[in-house]
């Protein structure tokens, strides 16, 4: 809920494809207020985002308001398209686009995406994040991986995106445990621990075979008793270990930070260890504050 008391020095916003996130910043960086909503990009039309912010944000305005924003809402489809940035490029890339606008005292400024056209890949919001962990890391050189529907692989040197690449392991798992065969095998939720190491031992050291293996979760349940639990946890250790044997030649003797609190990044911290790949785990919402900080203070100067 917003809170008539308080009046923001300008406003950051994380709007994604299924919820919105805002908070009401001082100029000093200190975080005064937060609200989120579930207006993400896919439930709006063009006309639809300056009201979805207002409802979340407009009594925090009184005066001319900074709105930086990231995510889905500089998209084709959001509020204003942000043209994406090429790799190599900066994390944070330049030339903020400013969104239309009916209030009076809202300026609404959108950071553009990044984008490499071979193999071809594109990225928005993730470059945010990315530059909130160097304003923290000030120097850093490394693989960056975002774990999610979209998990990426992103390749940092002397402040830039050198290259990425994208995994589509979180929507497949969802697609398979709920749209296949193996429906009937994969419990809505529980876990063990002992069947993800499983499949992710299966997944690093034969990914060709990941197809059979699948079918093989199946035959398990039918034939062994394997509960839906173990099979949802090798599941995942299937799709992570084949993804992790791809992105191989990313995180291979490198630096590795992890962006993401959840469970999933988490398990991705853990995959890596076995590889004698150690990573550091940092908070999603602080780091993409963070990013939207480092690109306000960019654009005052």
Not at 160 to 186: A, P, W
Not at 191 to 207: I, K, N, Q, V
Not at 255 to 274: E, F, M, P, Q, W
Request: net charge negative.
């Amino acid at each position: 809920m917003t809170q008539n008391t308080i009046t923001a020095d300008w406003i950051a916003v994380d709007w994604g494809t299924s919820n919105l996130r805002v908070w009401a910043m001082a100029s000093s960086g200190t975080v005064l207020a937060e609200a989120t909503s579930d207006q993400g990009m896919s439930q709006l039309s063009r006309d639809g985002f300056e009201p979805a912010l207002l409802a979340l944000a407009g009594d925090w305005i009184d005066g001319p308001t900074t709105v930086i924003a990231c995510g889905m809402v500089g998209s084709r489809q959001g509020w204003v398209e942000a043209p994406y940035a090429t790799v190599p490029c900066a994390t944070l890339p330049a030339g903020l686009v400013q969104a239309p606008t009916h209030h009076p005292d809202l300026r609404v400024h959108v950071i553009p995406g990044i984008k490499q056209t071979n193999p071809a890949d594109v990225m928005r919001g993730e470059e945010t994040q990315i530059s909130g962990f160097l304003a923290r890391n000030p120097g850093w050189d490394g693989v960056i991986c975002l774990p999610g529907t979209h998990t990426k692989w992103v390749h940092i040197s002397a402040d830039e995106v050198i290259s990425f690449q994208t995994f589509m392991t979180g929507e497949l798992f969802d697609t398979i445990s709920k749209q296949t065969v193996l429906r009937h095998s994969i419990a809505a939720d529980g876990w063990d621990e002992a069947a993800f190491a499983e499949g992710l031992d299966m997944g690093l050291s034969r990914p060709e075979r990941l197809a059979a293996r699948l079918f093989s979760l199946r035959a398990q349940g039918l034939l062994n008793n394997l509960s839906g639990a173990a099979a949802r946890a090798q599941l995942s250790g299937l799709l992570i270990g084949t993804e992790l044997a791809a992105s191989k030649p990313y995180w291979l003797g490198q630096h590795i930070a992890v962006i993401g609190d959840s469970s999933l990044a988490k398990r991705y911290v853990d995959a890596l260890a076995t590889q004698a790949a150690p990573a550091t785990q940092v908070n999603a919402s602080v780091i993409t504050l963070a990013g939207l900080t480092a690109a306000y203070k960019r654009l005052k100067g």
